[in-house]
Structures are given as C-alpha cells and as structure tokens.
Antibody
Framework: EVQLVESGGGLVQPGGSLRLSCAAS????????MDWVRQAPGKGLEWVAN????????YYVDSVKGRFTISRDNAKNSLYLQMNSLRAEDTAVYYC?????????????WGQGTMVTVSS | DIQMTQSPSSLSASVGDRVTITCRAG??????LSWYQQKPGKAPKLLIY???SLKGGVPSRFSGSGSGTDFTLTISSLQPEDFATYHC?????????FGQGTKVEIK
C-alpha cells in the first residue's frame, strides 16, 4: 500500500529553520502532484504548498510565501519543505499528501505527520 | 480565497443514526469538493472526492452530494468507528481551503 513517512520536525526558536522530508513508497512518486498540509494544535487543516510532478510548478499559501520552499527528488522518492524565518504561528503538525490524479484532485493518501514547534 | 463553512461544528448521535453534514463554499466550486475523516492523533483519510465519488475501500454508508456552493456528506447508519471529525476541502482554485471541521460524538 502507498506509504508516506514524514520526518524532520522538532522544536525550533522563532526565526530559525527546519527542513521536513517525506519519504514515499509503493507508488510511482514522479507521477503525482504532492502537497504539504498543516494542522495547528486543536485547529483545522491548512494547505501549505504543492509541487508538480516534475517540480516545474509550485504554489504556496500567502502566509508562507518567501519563507517556505517546497521541492522534490523523484530519484529518491522524496518530498521536502524547507522552512525559514519560522514564527510561533507555524507551530503545527505537518502532513505530506499525495494528489489523487489531476491538479484539482483530492488528496488520497497522507503521511502520519511530523510536529513542528516554534518557541523560545 | 474561497471560504468553506461547515455545519454543524459538532453533533451528538447514536449508533444507527443517519447523519448529515453540510459544507458551503463562498463561491461556486463546481464539483471540486472532497470529504475527509480524521480521528484524534491520526492523519485525515479521504472518503469522498469530486463531491460524490466514493474512494475505494470506503464503506458504502458514506455518500456525498452537491455542486456549485452547497454540499453534503451523509452517513446512512452511524457505526462506532465513524465517531471522528469530518473536513470538507475545495480544490477548485488555490489556495486549497478546508472547512473548520465537524466533530461527530457519541450521544
């Protein structure tokens, strides 16, 4: 079955950086759009960023533009999220998710999430 | 950004009850609407995509309907494993946005 495993979360001070990774397996990674979604403690889901199959197109929610960078390595079946200039409001569980088919399709598989805590 | 509003925010129901959750979009999103189920401490799971298509392996007691701005998720006969939070999501235009969630609790 499709597997997505996030890593790289942790405690970081405001203004710091973290790089999240998502290791994909049991599907053709390079054939799917991939997304990052986050969920602050006790809150709803917020889409963060996505990236096209070949990495040529990327989109971000306004609140992370200029601070976060999404990337992928299809040879390594891996998705990344470089997070710079972190703020307290970035504290959340970060999930990677696979897009089911087309650009406007649903997220059919999700990783278990990795917790990012931004605090001094 | 397209605002997604779910109602109710929470509900209490008994096993065997028919449950309906609604999701309203701030503008027309055609049928680009998905429903997810999330249990505490776990990742969301896709139930319904394209407003009314059931993901493979999801029990047939779950169904979705609607188009444009108004959508519903129906659980025809609530089972113990269905107590969870349900989220709607639009993928009509970025930024993709989610509803605030509907928590289904045991009565």
């Amino acid at each position: 079955e499709v597997q997505l495993v996030e890593s790289g979360g942790g405690l970081v001070q405001p203004g710091g950086s973290l790089r999240l990774s998502c290791a994909a397996s049991e599907f053709t990674f390079g054939s799917h759009w991939m997304d990052w979604v986050r969920q602050a403690p006790g809150k709803g889901l917020e889409w963060v960023a996505n990236i096209k199959q070949d990495g040529s197109d990327k989109y971000y929610v306004d609140s992370v533009k200029g601070r976060f960078t999404i990337s992928r390595d299809n040879a390594k079946n891996s998705l990344y999220l470089q997070m710079n200039s972190l703020r307290a409001e970035d504290t959340a569980v970060y999930y990677c998710a696979r897009r089911r088919g087309t650009y406007s399709d649903a997220f059919d598989f999700w990783g278990q999430g990795t917790m990012v805590t931004v605090s001094s | 950004d397209i605002q997604m509003t779910q109602s109710p925010s929470s509900l209490s129901a008994s096993v065997g009850d028919r449950v309906t959750i609604t999701c309203r979009a701030g503008q027309s999103i055609s049928s680009y609407l998905s429903w997810y189920q999330q249990k505490p401490g776990k990742a969301p799971k896709l139930l319904i995509y394209a407003a009314s298509s059931l993901k493979g392996g999801v029990p047939s007691r779950f169904s979705g309907s609607g188009s444009g701005t108004d959508f519903t998720l129906t659980i025809s006969s609530l089972q113990p494993e269905d107590f969870a939070t349900y989220h709607c999501q639009q993928t009509y235009t970025t930024p993709w946005t989610f509803g605030q969630g509907t928590k289904v609790e045991i009565k």
